[in-house]
């Protein structure tokens, strides 16, 4: 059974780190492209940043580039979230989702994806 559960979140100060981690099992890992989205209180879910299957290409929103980079093990069937430069904006629970495609274009709609996490809440405030 797929199953994708997300850890690393918790409380830091504006400007601080945090890197989150996504585990997978239950199906290919090295075959599916990865994503993480954000949902902050009374907002739209929202595309953070994703990763193609072999981790050589990549996509970011504009609100994180430059602060925020995914990569990922294939042999530990994990995904991560470095998260750099935090500002309280980024407040929000991520959620990782998968997908046997990888969306060059479209990579940011939740359609696409058929797999989620049950996510982690990242909270930046002093």
């Known amino acids: 059974q797929l199953q994708l559960v997300e850890s690393g979140g918790g409380l830091v100060q504006p400007g601080g780190s945090l890197r989150l981690s996504c585990a997978a099992s239950g199906f290919p890992f090295s075959k599916y492209a990865m994503i993480w989205f954000r949902q902050a209180p009374g907002k739209e879910r929202e595309g953070v940043s994703c990763i193609n299957f072999s981790g050589d290409t990549s996509r970011y929103a504009d609100s994180v580039k430059g602060r925020f980079t995914i990569s990922r093990d294939n042999a530990k069937s994990t995904v991560y979230l470095q998260m750099n430069s935090l500002k309280p904006e980024d407040s929000a629970i991520y959620y990782c989702?998968?997908?046997?495609?990888?969306?060059?274009?479209?990579?940011?709609?939740?359609?696409?994806?058929?797999?989620w996490g049950q996510g982690t809440q990242v909270t930046v405030s002093s």
């Open positions: 989702a998968a997908s046997p495609t990888f969306y060059s274009s479209t990579w940011a709609v939740q359609r696409n994806y058929g797999y």
